[in-house]
């Protein structure tokens, strides 16, 4: 057998279950969700996990391929930690820029994985009557997780995301670990 004529059948092979698999997943809408959940603070930001909320936006380009814009802040309470001794709880601000990847599907789970970059904020809050300290630094992300959609019209779904943050806050690179569930809603398209 001819090598092009293998290699033109295995394209073909590929190339069907991938198109009909496409053809599943809309394109051209936006999106807006939030979430909440956990988060493994470093040791060096805090002694304490501690709580993750989430506000995202984003616009789906093509089946596989959108790019959001997210807002996130990472909380503990009741902390040590060595930036400043006194005080008793610790936040961090994170606004990212991500690239996301979906696994176009023709179930109602579409699984994707994002890699992000923006600007994170570490603050640490002494009481009421003393002055806690902040910085801030660069940060990036990748995450992996599943949209859940809970009909076939596909304008609601249950979003789980595990997700990895390294920020630059107080001149050291910490990384903490984020486990997160929500909702999002699919705008047009």
Do not use: C
């Not at 394209?11 to 959940?37: H, K, S």
């Not at 709580?51 to 009741?78: I, K, M, N």
């Not at 249950?158 to 943050?165: F, G, I, N, P």
């Amino acid at each position: 057998m001819n090598l092009r004529r293998i290699a033109g059948l295995a394209l073909v092979t590929i190339a069907m279950p991938a198109t009909a698999a496409l053809a599943a997943e809309p394109a051209g809408y936006g999106e807006l969700g939030f979430d909440v959940g956990f988060a493994d603070l470093d040791s060096r930001l805090a002694n304490e996990s501690g709580g993750r909320a989430a506000f995202r936006g984003g616009y789906q380009f093509t089946p596989v391929f959108g790019f959001e814009g997210q807002l996130f802040a990472l909380y503990a309470d009741g902390i040590e930690n060595a930036y400043d001794p006194g005080a008793d709880e610790v936040t961090l601000g994170v606004g990212m820029m991500n690239f996301v990847l979906s696994v176009p599907t023709r179930s109602n789970v579409v699984p994707y994985v994002l890699v992000g970059a923006g600007r994170a904020r570490a603050e640490y809050d002494a009481g009421w009557f003393e002055n806690g300290v902040d910085d801030s630094g660069l940060a990036w992300q990748a995450a992996a997780g599943a949209k859940l959609y809970f009909r076939p019209a596909r304008r609601m779904a249950l979003r789980v995301e595990v997700s990895r943050l390294r920020e630059d806050t107080f001149e050291d690179w910490k990384t903490h670990y984020g486990f997160t569930a929500g909702l999002t809603w699919r705008l047009g398209g």
